[in-house]
């Protein structure tokens, strides 16, 4: 018996590593594959069966004082991540190591009371992989693209159930991403709520040096805490150190739940990244041969204050590179029609901005509601547009640009012809009565996005584009939830979701459904899902990033210079670009034409850009001024990756008349730009401080007007340069290039 172990042992060493297995993962990251064939016990990275599988496959007990516990590594150049399975003890992470800190936010041999790993209630149990409930099936490890992989598949021991644990780690960044796959492997149906995706105990240091900030890591909170669906980024750092951990969930909108249990133990923190359990409960049953895949979650490390570890360097860097869709990549300028036209838009209007737009350098010309004669059909308003879209096509393509559309998702007028044959489709409300919306265009029917009616609106989107050969498309209005105060989910029998409850996550993951088809389809256009198709004002996270390209994040008041206009699109951006990609943000209404240009030009290039107004109310000197910045900017951009991070400046926390703000975005090799305003401060400088940007000196210019500035060294930086304005203008924006 001994000697038949050693040949099993040995054979397991020699299948260390096997390319074949990690290739056959990489492209199949969830298939099933047993580990004794062929009377050959293969394994990766260690791996070998536990105790039950040993004795199940083999036809013998485990020989006595074998330990079976099993390690795995998952990391990159700069970040790993021990996972352990142990008999009896269950699946547990035994360590995160930041390799450029030298920190340890889960240090080996710490108390694992706080962390279970994964958790969550099925058929009203509650099921964790701390402890003896699962055994070891299987586990893969993968060399990505990227990164590296590993999956650890775990059998429950009474019901028909796997959980797949699969973790990922992206070259170049401290992160470690983590989701599930519930799997019914049984004859009777698995009801799960209270799902817990990450479920760890993160060690800082003692409670009294830690600090929390909230939603997008830029709200001091206390340590002990509830994040829900603005928090898409919490930052958790010791005071003292610097060290910390940034927690992004990329569960979608209102189905977010974040716990910090920063009271509950004095030498850890209790952290938990779920599904919510209560204000929008998420419950999800699973058929026998069906499963269900969690979103993701990330956790990135950081050190404050140490150049490149910074999270401001880390956090947009991570978040634009790997969880958009478009990976860091440039969006392009957008026109969009709705201020001050809103449904007022026609040819005759359409065709004088195309000629601006044009000549302004913009090269997406989108045309908002009022373009299609109903909610949720394609066909054309022939009365604002004679002779259809054809003419608009031609005339924004032969000005180098190309077409945008405002495109309803859910709410749609209930002469459309989804809606007249397929009434069942329709959300409805607690007393069974269809759900409705109010819009511009009047009260609209709301479809379910967890009926067969996704598919139909997949495939209106998709004729949409081909039709109209489409670069973008605003998919607008409510879904899941209206942000104005209608309630949510849908009460509906025959839908995808078996009760309310349920059709609150499957709305959001109908919208990522609808996406998905299009981008099979059409894998170059950029898709925006509005703050109002996620549900919230103002809102965007990970999950949303999943799903789409864009977000329009708002709606900002900029009709006259008084306005709320882009003083306060600063304070939207300034607050969620320190952890979301600040390219994933359109931020509307900043027109053009009011003044001041060189203001609403400063604005709108902190995110995607975007411009509304009138152009026709412009000067020909102005139409000229804005083609030379956005010129200057694609060609800067195009060279210089902006996404790498953000540096608010100035009165950031809020944004005010009589202080300056500002905000800088620089390329890890030190090339960037600097914008700031004077409001209405009468400060003749803004002292910028930067100390973060890499060694070297640095050669400044004022893009308005191109004046010299001189050079500046990172010693500078640090004490603070101080940047005039020029007397007659409001803003500056400084382009920055670094020689090393």
Known sequence: MDALCKVLFGLVRSAEGSSDLSNRFSHSPVSRRR???????????????????????LGFEAPKGVDLTRRWVVGSDRMTRTIVYKPGTGIFTEDIADLGTGSHLVPVGADRRAATEFSFVCNGKIFSGAGDQFELLDAEESQLNDGKALLVRLGHRVLGLEVDVFYTSPQGHPAIRK??????????????????????????????????????????????????????????????????????????????????????????????????????????????????????VSLVSFRRGDGLCDPQWVLPSYSSRVLSRRGGSAVPWIYNTWEPFE?????????????????????????????????????VNLDSFPGGLGPIVEAVEARGMRLGLWVPLAAIGTAARDHQQHPEWACQD???????????????????????????????????????????????LTTIFNAYGEAPGCWAKGHHHGNWAESLSLIYEGIAHITQRVYARHPEVLLDITFEVWGQKHVIDAGLLAAGDLDWLSNVDDNHPDSAGPRQARQLLYQRAASMPAESMLIGNLQANIPTIEESFATAIGSAPLLLGDLRNLSPAEVHWYGAQTRWFKAFRQKTSLGDSFFPLGSWQQTNAEQWDGFARFARR????????????????????????????YRLRAVFGNRDLGTQTSADWKRGIPIPFAPEIRAEVIEVLRNA
């Open 179 to 296: 989701h599930l796959v519930l799997r019914n492997v049984g004859t009777a149906p698995l009801r799960f709520t209270h799902l817990n995706i990450e479920s760890l105990g993160i060690a800082l240091g003692p409670q009294s040096e830690l600090l929390l900030n909230a939603q997008y890591g830029t709200t001091p909170r206390e340590i002990l805490y509830t994040g829900r669906s603005e928090d898409a980024c919490l930052l958790l750092t010791n005071a003292r150190s610097g060290l910390g951990v940034s927690i992004l969930s990329e569960v979608p909108g209102y189905m977010k739940r974040t716990e910090i249990g920063g009271w509950d133990f004095d030498d850890q923190t209790r952290v938990g990244v779920m599904y919510d359990t209560d204000l929008m409960p998420f419950e999800r049953v699973v058929a026998p041969s069906a499963e269900f895949v969690t979103a993701a």
């Open 35 to 57: 580990l004794f064939q062929d009377a050959i016990l293969a394994g990766i990275g260690g791996f070998i069966l536990g105790n039950e599988c040993w004795a199940g496959a």
């Open 343 to 379: 449904r007022g838009i026609n040819h005759e209007i359409a065709l004088q901005l195309i000629e601006c737009a044009g000549s302004m350098g913009l090269d997406i010309f989108t045309i908002d509601d009022g373009w299609q004669a109903e909610y949720g059909e394609n066909e």
């Open 430 to 476: 607690l007393e069974g009565n269809p759900k409705s919306t109010s819009t511009m265009g009047g009260q609209k029917i709301v479809m379910c996005l967890a009926s067969d009616y996704r598919d139909a609106a997949a495939d209106r989107i998709i004729d949409a584009v081909s039709r109209f050969h489409l670069a973008y498309v605003k998919l607008d």
């Open 670 to 697: 030190g090339n960037g730009l600097i914008a700031i305003f004077r409001n209405e401060s009468n400060a003749a400088s803004a002292i910028v401080q930067l100390p973060l940007l890499p060694e070297g000196r």
